[in-house]
């Protein structure tokens, strides 16, 4: 199992805060890394697959971007609302893995915005 | 609308009892994975399929059975021998199992099993 952590484990901030959360993952043999956005009661929704070096990806105002050198990648929220309130999931495939596309996730940061 | 339906969305198990979970999707998806989650734990992989009629055990596969016989469909067996099955399971799939490509893994809902 490899590991992979984030952090912070949880966050509560007001609407219109920013906020960015840590996703840190082995360096050596990177495939690819996810981050899926996980509401309560609904199926996780996949946010970014990353695959370069330096990578950036925008989608609305969640942004993210990766390091595959040292291992670790951010996800920014611009201006959060409510909305905005779920569980935030990594998750790093390794190049040799012998499990298909299997991921190996971290534990999530859970994030929540009040009004 | 296409996508992948678990159910039950809760199951209760008594002692000694084999319980199944049922994961079905029209995606026409290659793969299917299935995953456990403990509170305050990150998903961890149970068992994967990469086709129909393949399956292989992930990194808690003990006290778990599956099958593969079609496509669309890879039921979860809870056997009795899993001696801590409370847990929220989730089912997921993606297009292709093999080969060096970027796959999104595409969710269930989740069946939360609890033990009586």
Same mark, same amino acid.
């Given at each position: 199992?490899l590991n992979?952590?984030?952090?912070?484990?949880?966050?509560?901030v007001q609407?219109?805060?920013?906020?960015?959360?840590?996703? +840190?993952? &082995?360096?050596?043999?990177?495939?690819? @890394?996810?981050w899926? /956005?996980?509401e309560?009661a609904? !199926?996780?929704? #996949?946010l970014?697959v990353?695959?370069l070096n330096g990578d950036?990806?925008?989608?609305g105002?969640?942004?993210?971007?990766l390091?595959?050198?040292?291992?670790?990648?951010?996800?920014?929220?611009?201006? +959060?609302q &409510?909305?905005?309130?779920?569980?935030y @999931?990594c998750?790093? /495939?390794?190049?040799?893995?012998? !499990?298909g596309? #299997?991921l190996?996730?971290?534990?999530?940061?859970s994030?929540?915005?009040?009004? | 609308?296409g996508g992948i339906?678990q159910?039950p969305?809760?199951?209760?198990?008594k002692?000694?009892q084999?319980?199944?979970l049922?994961?079905?999707q029209?995606?026409?998806?290659?793969?299917?994975?299935?995953?456990?989650?403990?509170p305050?734990?990150?998903?961890?992989l149970?068992y994967?399929s990469?086709?129909?009629n393949?399956?292989q055990k992930?990194?808690?596969a003990?006290?778990?059975s599956?099958s593969r016989?079609k496509?669309?469909?890879?039921p979860?067996?809870?056997?009795s021998?899993?001696?801590?099955?409370t847990?929220?399971y989730l089912?997921a799939?993606?297009r292709?199992g093999?080969?060096l490509?970027?796959?999104?893994?595409?969710?269930?809902?989740?069946?939360?099993?609890?033990?009586?």
């Amino acid at each position: 199992i490899l590991n992979v952590e984030q952090s912070p484990q949880s966050l509560h901030v007001q609407e219109g805060d920013s906020t960015n959360f840590t996703c +840190s993952f &082995p360096s050596s043999n990177f495939y690819a @890394l996810h981050w899926y /956005r996980w509401e309560t009661a609904k !199926s996780p929704e #996949a946010l970014f697959v990353m695959t370069l070096n330096g990578d950036e990806k925008k989608k609305g105002r969640i942004s993210a971007t990766l390091n595959t050198k040292e291992g670790y990648s951010y996800l920014y929220i611009k201006g +959060s609302q &409510p909305e905005d309130s779920a569980t935030y @999931l990594c998750a790093f /495939r390794a190049l040799n893995s012998n !499990s298909g596309y #299997a991921l190996n996730f971290g534990k999530g940061t859970s994030l929540l915005v009040t009004p | 609308d296409g996508g992948i339906t678990q159910s039950p969305k809760y199951l209760f198990r008594k002692e000694g009892q084999n319980v199944t979970l049922s994961c079905e999707q029209n995606l026409n998806h290659d793969a299917m994975y299935w995953y456990r989650q403990d509170p305050g734990q990150g998903l961890r992989l149970i068992y994967y399929s990469q086709i129909v009629n393949d399956f292989q055990k992930g990194d808690i596969a003990e006290g778990y059975s599956v099958s593969r016989e079609k496509k669309e469909s890879f039921p979860l067996t809870v056997t009795s021998a899993q001696k801590n099955p409370t847990a929220f399971y989730l089912c997921a799939s993606t297009r292709r199992g093999r080969g060096l490509y970027q796959e999104t893994q595409y969710f269930g809902p989740g069946t939360r099993l609890l033990v009586l």
